[in-house]
């Protein structure tokens, strides 16, 4: 069976690419986001992800570094691109990663979020492959995002509300928290 690097986000979008994915591979497991803001929302992320997995015998890696600063050196001043930077700068350790231990393929739960951008993750992820030993596998698991997060919620999995940098949870809470009138006042 071929082995599969599975970076993961967070614990609601890993339940349906694994249980997607679990009779085609050996899978492996990789928990590098130095994207998501604060750490405290970083650290809950993870520990959720740790009793998830525990339950459902999953070997996940958990890297040690947590890089925000590397990741808003990458897009400070490209905020309209900062998708692109942030998925480049986690799918190179990915590959890395996935080297490292010898995996025939890498993938991403990014794939199952109607939030992120499917297209652009690809066009990344195949073009950081190239040159590479280990390929992406592709899948388009948005099909899935709810069925996931039904399962998330009937565990009592927490639920983020934003993709984690700090430029989603501003947004968040601009759309949540102001509405605007037709005569263009702010109303909170």
């Known amino acids: 069976m071929n082995k599969l690097l599975m970076h993961i986000c967070c614990a609601p979008c890993l339940i349906y690419p694994w249980e997607q994915s679990k009779d085609k591979f050996e899978i492996l497991g990789f928990f590098y986001n130095p994207n998501i803001h604060p750490y ?5 992320r993870k520990e959720i992800l740790k009793q998830f997995v525990a339950g459902i015998q999953l070997e996940v890696i958990y890297s040690s570094e947590y890089e925000m600063e590397e990741f808003l050196r990458r897009v400070v001043n490209r905020e309209s691109d900062r998708c692109r930077y942030c998925y480049e700068l986690r799918f190179n350790r990915v590959i890395q990663e996935a080297e490292e231990r010898g995996c025939d393929f890498w993938t991403t739960t990014l794939l199952v979020s109607p939030y992120q951008k499917n297209e652009l993750i690809r066009e990344v992820a195949e073009t950081l492959s190239r040159g590479h030993p280990v390929r992406f596998y592709y899948q388009d698991w948005r099909p899935g ?25 501003k ?18």
């Open 171 to 188: 947004e968040r809470f601009l759309k949540k928290n102001l509405q605007f009138t037709l005569s263009g006042k702010v109303k909170s």
């Open 40 to 44: 405290v929302e970083y650290s809950r």
């Open 145 to 169: 995002y709810l069925e996931g997060r039904n399962k998330a919620r009937a565990l009592g999995l927490y639920l983020q509300p934003y993709c984690g940098c700090i430029y989603s949870e």
